[in-house]
Nanobody, 119 residues
Framework: QVQLVESGGGLVQAGGSLRLSCAAS????????MGWYRQAPGKQRELVAL???????TYGDSVKGRFAISIDNAKNSVDLQMNSLKPEDTAVYHC?????????????WGQGTQVTVSS
């Protein structure tokens, strides 16, 4: 089994910063991509940022230039540094991992962590 353990999040004022972390643990696997999606009340889940094991990144349009994702392949973890936060960044942020385990590619999700940005 693979588990995603998320940390970070919380309440911050507009213009502030937060850092989210997600670590994958469990039996042997290889990382294809890891990253974050978010879902605000009444809205669809949207991409925040993804990174592959080689360090190539993809960002959602609304966070480009403000958020930065990084990966630690040795620790099977990703960090999301969120700067210049806006009230519209308020959402539940879910860690996502596309992993290959025993030759089978599977998608895993974390339980989510709340990020609230006050105006």
């Amino acid at each position: 089994q693979v588990q995603l353990v998320e940390s970070g999040g919380g309440l911050v004022q507009a213009g502030g910063s937060l850092r989210l972390s997600c670590a994958a643990s469990g039996s042997i696997f290889s990382i294809n991509t890891m990253g974050w999606y978010r879902q605000a009340p009444g809205k669809q889940r949207e991409l925040v940022a993804l990174i592959n094991s080689g360090g190539t990144t993809t960002y959602g349009d609304s966070v480009k230039g403000r958020f930065a994702i990084s990966i630690d392949n040795a620790k099977n973890s990703v960090d999301l540094q969120m700067n210049s936060l806006k009230p519209e960044d308020t959402a539940v942020y879910h860690c996502n991992a596309d992993l290959t385990r025993r030759g089978i590619r599977m998608l895993y999700w974390g339980q989510g962590t709340q990020v609230t940005v006050s105006s």
